[in-house]
């Protein structure tokens, strides 16, 4: 489930056992994850930022409770820059993952990264605030989930740019790997729903008018561990000397990838796509 493994040579001579099989299901994963997330960018950018060039931000409110509010200027502001910060970060962020762009175009690639882990953290304060200011949909359990996304979002950019100061390559490679799997955290809260929705053939598990139950709940806290989880079995895997934890691995994180895309697939056709 690593990003990074476009990075990795799968076909080297004499690689172990396994190997092929976790980078073959990493770059699936990630293809399936970055083609999603640019889909979810772009959203982002036509149906809000058409409303604003249309002079139209009320039908924000189509999509976030109380997203624009009259007489409210500096808080519309903040909600404005929470989510075309939320662009730049979902549409720059798997640019830094891709080998080609990072040798032709290094200079390019180090400036991409700056600003993936400033755009990264602030949207995620920004976000914050318009949680406690203008409320969200859920209760307090979501809310929470919520709120630990945002602080592992800012932890890891922190965290990722230390190491890079620090010149420790290997460090900053997990910091940043961690840090593109919880800044999609509400991308994947999004994916996961429809995936669940799509199997069950509605809400289970939770009250779609309130948007709460134990399944928002559950996925309040899963959107940010279980992908961190998944990275992790990838990144233990990858150093491991077992040929069947590679293998292990490496159908986790396929059947993860079958989950993700039946996700996105729902998602797109039932959110997004109608919107542009």
Same mark, same amino acid.
């Given at each position: ?100 762009? %990072? ?6 690639? %180090? ?30 359990? &979501? ?25 420790? &390559?290997?460090?900053? %490679?997990?910091?940043? &790997? ?67 934890? %590679? ?30």
């Amino acid at each position: 489930m690593n990003p990074a493994v476009l990075t990795a040579d799968a076909t080297l001579p004499g690689e172990a056992p396994g190997t092929r099989a976790l980078h073959v299901a990493g770059r699936a994963w990630f293809l399936i994850a970055s083609t999603g997330q640019w889909l979810f960018a772009a959203y982002v950018a036509v149906f809000f930022g058409g409303a604003a060039l249309d002079g139209e931000l009320s039908r924000w409110n189509e999509e976030l409770p109380r997203g624009y509010i009259p007489g409210q200027p500096f808080d519309n502001f903040v909600v404005a820059t929470h989510l075309f910060l939320a662009f730049v970060a979902l549409a720059g962020g798997p640019l830094q993952f891709v080998r080609s762009l %990072r040798e032709r175009f290094p200079r390019a690639h %180090r400036w991409n990264g700056r600003l993936y882990l400033l755009t990264a953290a602030s949207t995620a304060l920004a976000g914050i605030y318009v949680m406690a200011t203008r409320g969200s949909v859920g209760d307090l359990t &979501l809310h929470v989930g919520m709120a630990f996304n945002t602080l592992l979002i800012v932890a890891f950019a922190w965290l990722a740019w230390r190491a890079a100061v620090d010149r420790d &390559l290997a460090a900053h %490679r997990v910091w940043v &790997l961690r840090l593109f799997m919880v800044v999609g955290g509400m991308w994947f809260f999004r994916v996961g729903l429809m995936f669940w929705m799509s199997i069950n053939q509605g809400a289970v598990g939770f009250d779609i008018r309130t948007f709460s139950g134990p399944f928002i709940t559950f996925m309040g806290f899963a959107q940010t561990l279980l992908p961190l989880a998944g990275l992790q079995l990838y990144l233990a895997a990858e150093r491991s000397g077992s040929a069947g934890l %590679r293998y292990a691995a490496a159908g986790v994180v396929g059947a993860l990838t079958v989950a993700m895309a039946l996700g996105l697939y729902v998602a797109a056709n039932t959110m997004w796509l109608p919107r542009f």
